[in-house]
């Protein structure tokens, strides 16, 4: 800032360059916050402790980022894909008392809820995140935890080289295969793959090792309107490279997983599972969480912080419902519609877990059983009530106030009052 005032400026171009980066400096504008440059202890200067076991530390973000007003970390109940992470990987590795020997690969890191978790219980982790605005508070909550020793983290973007996807190619940047990111030879017990539409050139960035059954679980988030080609593809090659394929089914709160987009004939398709399902009348205990004040979206009020604590919603019970890939459109059925898969690899420890029966399910067939995926989703489902996992009735309020519904009701009282 005093540099630019004492210059002496004879170019009014030159000046007012100088004056949008003095005015930056000076209110903390978000582009200067996010480059790194800061001293981790500053970043870390707003945190949380999770309730979580072991519990860790959280450096928060800034109010831009990923939440209004405040600096708090980026968990409201909305992440259960990082939720089901340590289950998946005690499936991979049973009976095994050492997490330090497995590795947890985490491509889409975002602000680090998943590879904060998995590093919380002893896991070696490799997390990659390509947009630069994270990659401080990543770095920042790392150090606050002292899990230099386990955790690798990349600033990269990852895909195939060749035969890029028209998304990766408007990016314009170098693309970095998976092998780059691991130990020479390393294998990867459990990855979690969250990249927006450009699943298709990661994974054949790593074709060899996934055919040579390097990754024995890989848990997969796919919205159908963010991939081009849709999801049959992606599980086409999975299934190809060796991989038994299933939808995750969270049956408390299953507005968390289901996949309300794509176009008409996917929306078809679930038309019938979606309608037996909201029949049942479950609870979705996410909607305390996810139904916030002014957006919906998972946005945590920095005034309304105090509501919540770290981890506090997190998804405990889960089911995995097998289904197949062939090559027609309609061949894996209701499965389009769901956000969380998981692929295990035949063969490895996980897949001789009873969580990962085929049911019924037999993909030589070239498509899935969809009567069968059908029963067996509200067989769970049933079941899951029976047991007290899942409950019938209406949706837990939201655990934030709604500032404007706030407003008229105080609005009425003091009308009332005046009357």
């Given at each position: 800032k005093h540099v630019c005032l004492r210059s002496k400026c004879f170019n009014m171009v030159v000046v007012m360059n100088r004056f949008l980066v003095c005015f930056a400096l000076f209110i903390g504008f978000p582009s200067s916050r996010a480059s790194g440059s800061e001293p981790n202890s500053d970043l870390c200067s707003t945190s949380v402790e999770s309730i979580d076991d072991p519990p860790f530390t959280v450096c928060g973000p800034p109010g831009w980022q990923n939440f209004i007003g405040g600096r708090y970390p980026s968990d409201t109940g909305d992440e259960h894909d990082c939720d089901i992470l340590p289950y998946l990987m005690r499936l991979a590795t049973p009976g095994s008392d050492s997490p330090s020997k497995h590795?947890?690969?985490?491509?889409?890191?975002?602000?680090?809820?998943?590879?904060?978790?998995?590093?919380?219980?002893?896991?070696?982790?490799?997390?990659?995140?390509?947009?630069?605005?994270?990659?401080?508070?990543?770095?920042?909550?790392?150090?606050?935890?002292?899990?230099?020793?386990?955790?690798?983290?990349?600033?990269?973007?990852?895909?195939?080289?060749?035969?890029?996807?028209?998304?990766?190619?408007?990016?314009?940047?170098?693309?970095?295969?998976?092998?780059?990111?691991?130990?020479?030879?390393?294998?990867?017990?459990?990855?979690?793959?969250?990249?927006?539409?450009?699943?298709?050139?990661?994974?054949?960035?790593?074709?060899?090792?996934?055919?040579?059954?390097?990754?024995?679980?890989?848990?997969?988030?796919?919205?159908?309107?963010?991939?081009?080609?849709?999801?049959?593809?992606?599980?086409?090659?999975?299934?190809?490279?060796?991989?038994?394929l299933f939808a995750v089914l969270a049956p408390d709160r299953l507005g968390a997983f289901w996949d309300g987009t794509?176009?008409?004939?996917?929306?078809?398709?679930?038309?019938?599972?979606?309608?037996?399902?909201?029949?049942?009348?479950?609870?979705?205990?996410?909607?305390?969480?996810?139904?916030?004040?002014?957006?919906?979206?998972?946005?945590?009020?920095?005034?309304?912080?105090?509501?919540?604590?770290?981890?506090?919603?997190?998804?405990?019970?889960?089911?995995?419902?097998?289904?197949?890939?062939?090559?027609?459109?309609?061949?894996?059925?209701?499965?389009?519609?769901?956000?969380?898969?998981?692929?295990?690899?035949?063969?490895?420890?996980?897949?001789?877990?009873?969580?990962?029966?085929?049911?019924?399910?037999d993909c030589s067939t070239g498509a899935t059983n969809k009567k069968q995926f059908n029963t067996d989703v509200l067989r769970r489902l049933h079941e899951a009530i029976r047991a007290g996992r899942a409950w019938r009735g209406r949706d837990p309020k939201p655990i934030f106030p709604d500032p404007r519904k706030e407003a008229r009701r105080e609005k009425r009282r003091l009308e009332r009052e005046a009357a």
């Amino acid at each position: 800032k005093h540099v630019c005032l004492r210059s002496k400026c004879f170019n009014m171009v030159v000046v007012m360059n100088r004056f949008l980066v003095c005015f930056a400096l000076f209110i903390g504008f978000p582009s200067s916050r996010a480059s790194g440059s800061e001293p981790n202890s500053d970043l870390c200067s707003t945190s949380v402790e999770s309730i979580d076991d072991p519990p860790f530390t959280v450096c928060g973000p800034p109010g831009w980022q990923n939440f209004i007003g405040g600096r708090y970390p980026s968990d409201t109940g909305d992440e259960h894909d990082c939720d089901i992470l340590p289950y998946l990987m005690r499936l991979a590795t049973p009976g095994s008392d050492s997490p330090s020997k497995h590795l947890f690969l985490d491509l889409g890191s975002n602000a680090g809820q998943c590879t904060y978790l998995m590093a919380s219980k002893g896991y070696q982790v490799v997390a990659v995140e390509e947009d630069q605005k994270y990659i401080p508070w990543l770095r920042a909550t790392i150090s606050a935890n002292k899990w230099e020793d386990r955790v690798r983290l990349h600033h990269k973007l990852i895909g195939k080289p060749v035969d890029q996807s028209s998304k990766t190619r408007a990016i314009g940047r170098k693309l970095w295969p998976i092998e780059s990111l691991l130990p020479e030879g390393g294998n990867i017990t459990l990855w979690k793959l969250d990249v927006d539409g450009t699943e298709v050139s990661v994974l054949q960035s790593f074709a060899e090792g996934l055919a040579a059954g390097r990754v024995d679980v890989i848990q997969i988030e796919l919205v159908a309107e963010e991939i081009d080609g849709g999801k049959l593809p992606i599980f086409e090659m999975v299934q190809n490279w060796g991989y038994d394929l299933f939808a995750v089914l969270a049956p408390d709160r299953l507005g968390a997983f289901w996949d309300g987009t794509g176009d008409d004939q996917v929306k078809e398709r679930c038309q019938y599972l979606d309608r037996k399902i909201q029949e049942l009348r479950l609870r979705d205990l996410a909607v305390a969480y996810t139904k916030l004040p002014v957006v919906n979206k998972p946005i945590l009020p920095a005034e309304d912080a105090h509501r919540y604590r770290y981890g506090s919603n997190r998804t405990t019970y889960f089911e995995f419902v097998p289904f197949c890939a062939g090559p027609q459109p309609l061949a894996v059925g209701a499965a389009a519609c769901w956000l969380h898969y998981v692929a295990v690899r035949r063969g490895s420890p996980a897949s001789l877990d009873p969580q990962f029966r085929r049911d019924g399910q037999d993909c030589s067939t070239g498509a899935t059983n969809k009567k069968q995926f059908n029963t067996d989703v509200l067989r769970r489902l049933h079941e899951a009530i029976r047991a007290g996992r899942a409950w019938r009735g209406r949706d837990p309020k939201p655990i934030f106030p709604d500032p404007r519904k706030e407003a008229r009701r105080e609005k009425r009282r003091l009308e009332r009052e005046a009357a």
